[in-house]
């Protein structure tokens, strides 16, 4: 293949520019009824590639590695334990919508969990140490960062929610209001954002990735978050 072609699909702007593009088309055929059930088939495909695309320049480095797989299955019990029980998030079931489970939990959900964490950690260090320009303890700016990382992770549940049950990701129980979701679930998802962001900061600097050798990450959840706000604009007038 030509070099310039090489140069040009590695580019972590086109690469998130084509993302970008994808999910724009996903925002439309989400809307036409002739289209839309390629797109439930399509979703888990679409989550693990994205979440996949978004992490793997973290697989060379073993500290990573091993808090890829720690995150993934603590995310994963949680979510078998709150869909279960309702002690968690509050109760709620899975639809197949997300393809193949485990538990009656998708497989799929213990990588959203690492994909979101790990991008907003690093746009959160990015915000903190080179935007903000803070002098403070390091104890108190990892501190800072994992707060961040949860207050980011929460903004993006609360904007997935009324999309994702709308699209039969998932079903509340006690509410068929997809606005009124219980706020134990925006808890938990801080909880659980702030304590895998200070894992992933205690690793030390040299042996996790930082937001230059991966800075396609954070516009893509900046990316699904413009999705999901379209597919709650899309289902009001569905």
Not at 122 to 137: A, G, M, P, Q
Not at 202 to 209: E, H, N, Q, T, W
Request: with cysteine.
């Amino acid at each position: 293949m030509n070099d310039k072609i090489v140069k040009i699909l590695s580019n972590w702007k086109f690469q998130t520019m084509i993302f970008f593009i994808f999910f724009v088309v996903g925002i439309f055929w989400h809307a036409w009824d002739v289209t839309y059930p390629y797109m439930v088939i399509l979703t888990p495909f679409v989550l693990l590639i994205s979440g996949l695309w978004a992490i793997y320049r973290g697989l060379s480095y073993r500290y990573m590695i091993v808090w890829i797989i720690i995150a993934y299955v603590v995310t994963f019990l949680l979510e078998v334990l709150g869909s279960s029980t309702g002690f968690i998030f509050g109760p709620y079931f899975y639809g197949n919508t997300l393809g193949l489970m485990f538990l009656d939990v998708p497989i799929v959900i213990g990588l959203n969990w690492v994909f979101i964490i790990f991008s907003l950690v690093l746009f959160s260090e990015w915000l903190v140490k080179e935007r903000l320009k803070v002098e403070i303890d390091k104890k108190l700016e990892i501190m800072m960062i994992a707060f961040l990382t949860a207050c980011f992770a929460t903004i993006f549940d609360f904007i997935l929610e009324p999309a994702a049950v709308g699209l039969s990701y998932w079903t509340w129980t006690l509410t068929s209001d997809p606005y009124n979701i219980p706020v134990q679930n925006y808890i938990a998802w801080f909880i659980i954002s702030f304590i895998f962001a200070l894992t992933y900061l205690i690793i030390p600097k040299d042996k996790r990735i930082k937001l230059g050798e991966s800075p396609h990450s954070p516009w893509f959840v900046i990316i699904q978050v413009i999705f999901f706000f379209a597919i709650r604009i899309v289902l009001i007038f569905k």
